[in-house]
């Protein structure tokens, strides 16, 4: 079975999260960055489409929600897992609804929240600031869940 992974992330969080993934699942394994263009035509060939992103400001990148949109079609044919990472874990589920089209949610064999991390030294000043001001705390916040790579993983051995 042919999997991608099709991602969005800022600081690496999401794309590390694939990483580990990658390396656990073996081979036929590709991941795209959504940041870099992603012909719809690559997608064709994969069985298993996996779709991250991390949220910034309640909202999901602007070109993984497009790309979902425009590519409806397409994904209604494929194994679809959802994947999305950030700090507000209370509102993961408006996340969700935001972020994929109804389609989707609805299609989707898992929908996976990955926890997410801040790392001040990756950040300026200001975003330091608002943080700080947002969680109550200063310094990093490290909130990943890596054991939902396994759920993944165990997700796609079902569709084998
Ligand atoms: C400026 C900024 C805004 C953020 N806004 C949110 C938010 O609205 N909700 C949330 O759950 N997490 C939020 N986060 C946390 C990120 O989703 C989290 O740091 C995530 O791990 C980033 O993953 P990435 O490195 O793959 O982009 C924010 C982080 C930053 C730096």
Known sequence: MKTVFIYSSDKGYVSAWG???AKKYGEGFTAL??????????????????????????????????????????????????VLAGLEEKEYGQYFENTFPMALLERAAGKLWIGGRFDPDQHNFFIRMIMKKIKGQSG?????????????????????
């Open 33 to 82: 960055d959504i940041k870099k263009g992603i012909p719809p035509a690559e997608i064709e060939n994969f069985d298993t489409v996996i779709l991250a992103s991390s949220i910034h400001a309640g909202s999901a990148g602007k070109k993984i929600r497009n790309f979902c949109r425009l590519n409806i079609q397409l994904l209604e044919k494929k194994n679809i897992i959802l």
């Open 140 to 160: 990093g916040i490290f909130s990943e869940k890596w054991d939902t790579v396994d759920e993944a993983l165990k997700l796609l051995d079902l569709m084998k």
């Open 19 to 21: 990483e580990k993934l």
